[in-house]
């Protein structure tokens, strides 16, 4: 078949970095086509470039072997283009049907057809097999319906390319599959999608072809995907090799270090409890809403707990107020990182030490020395792609935003016990194995882990046990030796017999 | 929660706070719900409420307008003058319109193409066009020549003057603009989030220069009323006036962080002034007292109202 | 050397500091010297433009001060960069309140001035045969500013005198000192009164005045049921008598910025370059204007 | 990029772009540059120089104090009464700091705590605490009996009058305080992400409760030192100072919308603000057109900035 959309030549710079270098290759028609690479490696950029946000410096696009000329994502939008960007795009104060209709509003003489408005929505909604009510407001979603939202957004009309930009990094497995289904379908009516995710696993699932990028170059192009291997693109992408992702070994646990008895919170309504031991890194699982964030945050203080107490190594944590659980000995590492986790305006080095600099300033006033080298070994090692410390966090790429927040936890002194909710969520392979050892090396000092994640190959891959969560409870508490994924599967779904479609395939 | 709590501190609390006062007033303030008296209080927020409306996009999109007062006082003054000198009222009101639909534009082009903040440029051009309508009279009143033009203030229709009519048929049209046409969505969607907006093809700089330039119209209606109702263009008319119209937005729930806002919530923000006013002066409190007043009762109704809020939302 | 003069006023906008300027002005081309004009709304502006001026080599200034508590503070700002000191309108105060008496002044005195317009009042009252008993008076006020209460004081003051009953004066406070503060706090004062059919007015200035008397014809209280007085004499009056039926603004009462501008500056200039000092007080009155001699009135003045 | 275009369009350009005007104005405006000009010209930004300070750390954690002018009044007033009650000029002063701390711990907790609206609070507090000044003192300028007071601004060191002094001090002590002290970065953050900064351990609630408060003794500092200026404590004095303050921090290039904030701009946008007075009236410019030169001066100084900040930004 013919190539319907080609990049030719693209280039684009940013002030100190060069995000695209002639970046050239084409995708046919109904094709779903892969895009790799580590975080920073110019995979956004590219798709900001074809969305008509960002204009290329250099090359053009063509569709259909036009070339297009559009100066505004408005063209880009009428070229037939639309793009689901990293970043969720929605306006909170809005209706879910307003924001698909954001743009574009249906009616005549500029008032609004309201019954257009819903009912379209609705049935898109309905036809994809998505559970929201449109005249709900944005802002009362979970992250997880809002990215579903911003994934509707894909059909509210034909387009020729659909461009999806980690669509899934905050999706479980059951919402990743009406994605798949979805793509599946817009696929056989011959759209163009080109499909950005670290996760293997759905690359393999769902492209047929696919291109590797790397320090914005072009560093492999595969039209046909079953000619490559998970370790060819791998090394594509990070340049070496990585033998085994997860690289879990045993550890011996100590006395019990975190100790959660009845909590609850306006959220969370049945009490829950737990217990972590020194060394161990337990895993929660659950499916998008099971609780698991809220349970986090209630451990942590940053909802206040209606009841129950936290205690570490046998002290209580206050309820209300992370500095106090912080000096406790307990820290978060949040999901959301836009709005729980970079400081918008500061600095890599600001946002990492916001909460260690504490340990370096006496009486208040900051040792700048201290704190560099603190930015500096952290850049180092979770590998940020920035050209200085001292740069703005808002321009780095998604994944690296996450591991300097990341690195804003790892950095801290003192620390008993680390919830982390969903730590590689948008961070590349060579990336999370660096993670990952970070964790047991943390672990083997004597911290107590919790880990929450929506992959499930991560949680079986890295923990020491299994915690899966299911509409605000308790579902199952398992030891690594019993690990699953039937068994994991079936404790996280609210009711096996209500519902016919249950996504039962495997996730490798 | 109880039915009455749920009431109290849903969507509508702040007006069913706003009933409740309004009635204890009524029962305790005597003369305070004459017919006259009335008419007297809604005629005093005229000027407040016809800009009020615009205000709310402006803050509504999340941008800022200190310069409201000032284009009043300017484009009152032009309608005088043009009025003066070309003997047609008709004349008079165009060209105050069209001084403010300048004004406004401007704002609009500096805040939204040079993307300068909107503070200074609103507190810059406030000194401007203030400056230009001193200039312009020579720091003195202008009186008018036709008395037709006070009728536009004076004259009543079914009892009521034509202002409050104005008023009220600005409420409606901003009213159903706000949330049903692809303008008010628009507005509330830069404010809400203007990355997204711009991402999904709102054309954001355009929208902001609409939005300022009818703010400048509205602002010139506004000052055409007001020169009528004082029967003069008055250089210094207005002064302060863009706080008072900010207030009454934001205690009527619009946000000043953008995205939100509701045209009732608005009509009782600025009635609360209008009243509280009123029931000052009717209650012959002593002005200094009145500060402290005016002060309390802005921080008790906003008070009530994030209760209601905290209540009804949890994360933001 | 050349003759620099100041000429610092309180609140610039006003007509009446334009037209003491303008005076001032003309004083300056006459003599040949400079004139220098600076608005300063408060005492820290005051302070800098004195500043300013010794910065630029004048040799002495002129001030209406925006509270005559500075007094004290200006005359040592003035001592300090060695300028000459006159103040006009408004006269400086010591901390205990008491006149400085060293200062050289022209002014008028806000009760005076006040007085002059509670005796038009109560004339016009006599004249129209109307029963105190039944007339209500509006006192719009803003307490803030001192003048504005000694002048609306000294109008009651004359009323009170004259039998007007003391329950029948009602307050209206300004929030601002313009037409559209003083018309919306005076229409509550007429309908908290609705009985009441006969007004009068006072207030700070003209501006409030009007106020007043708009409000009463939003009422649909008639114009020969009014009698509003106000202070000034500058466009806002004009403009009233200037309509074609007359209103319930009665009548104004002009005080003169033709001499407080001009012969403030001439004195100053003697003062500096023939070293003539001036007289240190020179009380001016203020005139009643109403609709048929307003003209007549305002040539006297040497305004126009 | 050129190495020029570099100086200008990079951290410091503000800076450059004001020396270069600077110069132009020495070069050209007569008397601007002589010693007593100078100082003068110091003395004259005093009161906003030294509110700025606290000032760009309530903008910086996306804060908004309108209270300032009347604290700064009420404070010098209470400094005047308390002296000449007391006798002593020490419990004047220490009376005025602590008026003013109450008065901003109390915005800070409404704002920190009870959630409310900092503008709106503010513009209560506002009214409110002007409302006690004027009750205090009946509305009347209250007279300095200890004529020591007045030395605390006639004073000098070194030939530099006290309170330029003390405004030197403070711009160093708040911009070590800004860029060197966990408090400063913990203020940025706050103004960057406030749930962000939250959830990283910062007491966000405290700290703008703090921010407030030391806004308030600042405003205190500078009452007094007003008041000994003008020889006594005036009710009305200070009215508009807020937005001069506000402005001279935005100029300076202190993001409205938090988290960016350097005390180098604020320096400079303080100058600009005092320059720029100064020159008109030394150039004897017309009252009316004052305003009109004012206003294009604000907006010319944020363009420059602008056009800069876009050239060395992208998205934002
Ligand atoms: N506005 C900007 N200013 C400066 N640099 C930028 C900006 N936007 C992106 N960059 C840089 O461009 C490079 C490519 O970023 P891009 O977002 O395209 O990466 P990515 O491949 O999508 O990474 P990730 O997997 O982490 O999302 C990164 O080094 C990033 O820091
Ligand atoms: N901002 C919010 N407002 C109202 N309800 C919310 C909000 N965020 C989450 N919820 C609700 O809280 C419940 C649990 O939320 P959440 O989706 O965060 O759980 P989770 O198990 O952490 O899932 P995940 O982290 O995978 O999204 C869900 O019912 C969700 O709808
Ligand atoms: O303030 C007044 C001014 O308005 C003018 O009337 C002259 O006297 C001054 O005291
Ligand atoms: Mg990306
Ligand atoms: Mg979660």
Redesign the pocket.
């Known amino acids: 078949m013919q190539d319907f959309l080609e990049f030719r030549s693209i280039s684009k710079g940013y002030p100190g970095v060069q995000a695209l270098r002639d970046v050239s290759f084409a995708v046919r028609k109904g094709a779903v086509h892969g895009l790799m690479g580590e975080n920073g490696a110019g995979k956004s950029t590219l798709i900001r470039v074809l969305s008509g946000d960002q204009s290329a410096d250099h090359g053009e696009i063509r569709i259909d072997g036009e070339v297009q000329h559009y100066r505004s994502v408005r063209d880009a939008f009428h070229a037939g283009v639309i793009v689901i960007h990293q970043e969720l795009q929605l306006v909170p104060e809005l209706t879910v049907a307003e924001n698909l209709w954001l743009g574009h509003f249906p009616g005549k003489g500029g008032v609004i057809d309201r019954r257009k408005l819903i009912g379209v929505v609705s049935e898109k909604l309905a036809e994809i097999g998505i559970d929201v009510d449109p005249t709900t407001k944005v802002?009362?979603?979970?992250?997880?319906?809002r990215q579903m939202v911003e994934i509707a957004k894909a059909v509210m009309v034909d387009a020729r390319v659909i461009a999806l930009d980690e669509p899934t990094s905050?999706l479980?497995s059951r919402e990743s599959e009406i994605l798949f289904a979805l793509i599946d379908r817009l696929r056989a009516k011959g759209t163009v999608i080109l499909y950005v995710s670290h996760r293997l696993d759905e690359i393999f699932r769902l492209c047929d072809s696919l291109t590797v990028l790397r320090d914005g170059k072009l560093a492999a192009h595969h039209p046909d995907i079953s000619e490559v291997t998970r370790d060819q693109i791998i090394s594509e992408m990070v340049g070496r090799e990585i033998a085994n992702i997860w690289g879990w070994r045993g550890r011996s646990f100590g006395a019990e270090r975190l100790r959660i008895e009845n909590i609850a919170g306006p959220?969370l309504r049945v009490p829950l409890s737990f217990s972590v031991r020194r060394g161990e890194i337990v895993g929660f699982f659950?499916l998008?809403?099971?609780?698991?964030?809220?349970m986090a945050r209630l451990v942590y203080g940053a909802d206040t707990r209606s009841q129950g107490s936290v205690s570490v190594d046998g002290a209580a944590v206050p309820a209300d107020s992370p500095p106090k659980s912080i000096r406790a000995g307990i820290v978060l590492c949040p999901?959301d990182r836009k709005f729980d986790g970079i400081v918008q305006g500061r600095s890599i080095e600001e946002n990492m030490t916001i909460s260690s600099r504490r340990h370096f300033s006496p009486f208040g006033i900051i040792n700048p020395k201290k704190e560099s080298e603190l930015a500096e070994k952290f850049i180092a090692k979770l590998r940020v792609r920035t050209p200085s410390r001292r740069q703005d966090i808002v321009n780095l790429s998604g994944g690296n935003q996450q591991k300097v927040i990341l690195g804003r936890w790892l950095s801290e002194e003192g620390i008993k016990v680390l919830i982390i909710?969903?730590p590689t969520r948008g961070i590349d392979v060579g990336a999370k194995s660096e993670i990952y050892e970070i964790l047991y090396g943390l672990a083997e000092q004597g911290m107590a882990i919790v880990v929450?994640s929506?992959e499930l190959p991560e949680v079986m891959g890295i923990t020491d046990r299994i915690i899966v969560?299911c509409e605000g409870r308790l579902a199952a508490d398992l030891p690594r030796a019993e690990f699953d994924e039937r068994r994991i599967l079936a404790a996280a779904l609210p009711d096996i017999k209500n519902s016919k479609d249950i996504p039962f395939t495997q996730v490798q | 929660m109880t039915s009455l709590k749920k009431i109290l501190l849903g969507e509508q609390g702040l007006v069913v706070i706003f009933a409740v006062a309004f009635a204890i007033v009524s029962l305790t303030v005597p003369n305070f719900l004459s017919e006259r008296n009335m008419l007297g209080l809604l005629q005093s927020v005229v000027t407040i409420g016809i800009i009020a409306c615009t205000m709310m996009f402006c803050l509504a999109s999340r941008d800022f307008d200190l310069s409201v007062g000032s284009t009043v006082a300017f484009s009152g003054m032009v309608a005088v003058m043009a009025s003066n000198v070309s003997g047609s009222i008709l004349v008079g009101l165009l060209a105050a319109v069209l001084c403010g639909a300048v004004v406004g534009t401007i704002n609009g082009v500096v805040i939204a193409r040079f993307r300068i903040n909107a503070l200074i440029t609103t507190l810059a051009t406030m000194q401007i066009v203030r400056g230009f309508a001193l200039i312009a009279s020579d720091g003195r009143a202008v009186g008018i020549n036709d008395p037709g033009f006070y009728q536009l203030a004076l004259s009543r229709f079914l009892g009521i003057p034509t202002p409050i009519w104005v008023m009220g048929l600005f409420f409606i049209v901003f009213g159903f603009v706000l949330n049903r046409t692809v303008f008010g969505k628009n507005t509330l969607a830069i404010g809400g989030n203007p990355e997204a907006s711009r991402l999904a093809g709102v054309d954001v700089a355009r929208m902001r220069i609409w939005i300022f330039a009818l703010q400048g119209i509205v602002c010139a209606v506004a000052g055409v009323l007001l020169a009528s109702r004082i029967t003069s263009g008055q250089p210094n008319a207005a002064t302060g006036l863009e706080l008072s119209v900010i207030s009454a937005c934001v205690l009527g729930g619009v946000s000043l962080a953008g995205g939100r806002a509701a045209m009732t919530g608005v009509i009782v923000g600025v009635l609360i002034m209008g009243i509280a006013e009123n029931v000052m002066n009717l209650l012959n409190i002593q002005a200094f007292y009145q500060y402290v007043v005016r002060g309390l009762i802005l921080l008790l109704a906003v008070l009530l109202d994030n209760l209601r809020s905290v209540a009804g939302r949890?994360?933001v | 050397a050349d003759v620099k003069i100041g000429f610092i006023v309180k609140q610039p906008e006003e007509p009446w500091f334009q037209d003491e300027w303008k005076f001032a002005d003309a004083a300056a081309k006459e003599k040949g010297f400079t004139l220098v004009k600076i608005g300063a709304e408060d005492g820290e502006k005051v302070q800098s433009a004195i500043d300013n001026l010794g910065a630029q080599g004048a040799q002495g200034f002129i001030v209406c001060t925006p509270d005559v508590k500075l007094g004290p503070g200006i005359v040592a700002k003035a001592a300090a960069n060695d300028l000459k000191l006159m103040t006009v309108d408004d006269r400086l105060v010591n901390a205990d309140g008491s006149p400085i008496e060293d200062v050289p002044h022209m002014g008028i005195s806000a009760t005076k001035i006040g007085e002059a317009v509670g005796q038009a009042i109560v004339d016009e009252i006599k004249k129209r045969g109307w029963d105190m008993k039944e007339v209500g008076a509006i006192r719009v006020s803003y307490d803030q500013l001192p003048t504005a209460v000694d002048r609306v004081e000294g109008a009651l003051s004359v009323l009170k005198a004259n039998g007007f009953p003391e329950a029948n004066i009602f307050d209206a406070p300004q929030a601002k000192t313009d037409t559209e503060a003083a018309l919306n706090a005076s229409t509550i004062v007429l309908n908290k009164n609705a009985g009441i059919k006969k007004w009068v007015a006072v207030g700070l200035n003209d501006e409030a005045v009007l106020g007043a008397v708009r409000a009463t014809e939003s009422v649909g209280i008639a114009a020969d049921s009014v009698i509003g007085v106000g202070i000034g004499g500058a466009e806002s009056a004009i403009n009233e008598f200037k309509k074609p039926a007359a209103t319930g603004f009665f009548g104004t009462v002009i005080i003169s910025p033709k001499r407080h501008g001009y012969e403030t500056a001439l004195n100053m200039y003697d003062w500096i370059a023939n070293d003539k000092e001036p007289e240190k007080l020179i009380l001016t009155a203020g005139q009643l204007a109403l609709r048929d001699n307003y003209e007549a009135v305002r040539k006297e003045l040497g305004i126009e």
């Not at chain 1, 802002?139 to 319906?145: D, H, N, R």
């Not at chain 1, 998008?288 to 809220?294: D, F, H, P, Q, V």
């Open positions: 802002a009362s979603l979970s992250i997880g319906e905050s479980s959220k659950g998008i809403g099971a609780g698991r964030s809220e999901e909710d969903e929450i929506s969560m | 949890q994360r």
